[in-house]
């Protein structure tokens, strides 16, 4: 069983800076996607950012546009850890982020969703 447990949420000033973690417990043959998404109250969740993996092993980063510039994500190979820095947070970066992972759990196996349940970040003064 694959089990993903996001850290670092909090209470922040706008202007402020957080980072995310997350963590990959189980076994995972292999990666394709690990991706954060957010979602504010009453409204629907929505991709932040992701790594997915290119032809070659290497793995592309891309953000949503409102956060571009101020957001980003990066991996730890080793440790099957995703994080999210969050730099210059505005109030309405406020929202519960969960972790999400695309992976294949045996050699040939379908890939299958994997998430956390979710870290509440909040910004304001």
């Known amino acids: 069983q694959v089990q993903l447990v996001e850290s670092g949420g909090g209470l922040v000033q706008p202007g402020g800076s957080l980072r995310l973690s997350c963590a990959a417990s189980g076994y995972i043959f292999s990666i394709q996607t690990m991706a954060w998404y957010r979602q504010a109250p009453g409204k629907q969740r929505e991709l932040v950012a992701a790594l997915t993996r290119s032809v070659s092993t290497n793995y592309a980063d891309s953000y949503a546009d409102s956060v571009k510039g101020r957001f980003t994500i990066s991996r730890d190979n080793a440790q099957n850890t995703v994080s999210l820095q969050m730099n210059s947070l505005k109030p309405e970066d406020t929202a519960v982020y969960y972790c999400?992972?695309?992976?294949?759990?045996?050699?040939?196996?379908?890939?299958?969703?994997?998430w956390g349940r979710g870290t509440l970040v909040t910004v304001s003064s």
């Open positions: 999400q992972l695309r992976a294949q759990r045996y050699s040939g196996s379908y890939p299958a969703d994997y």
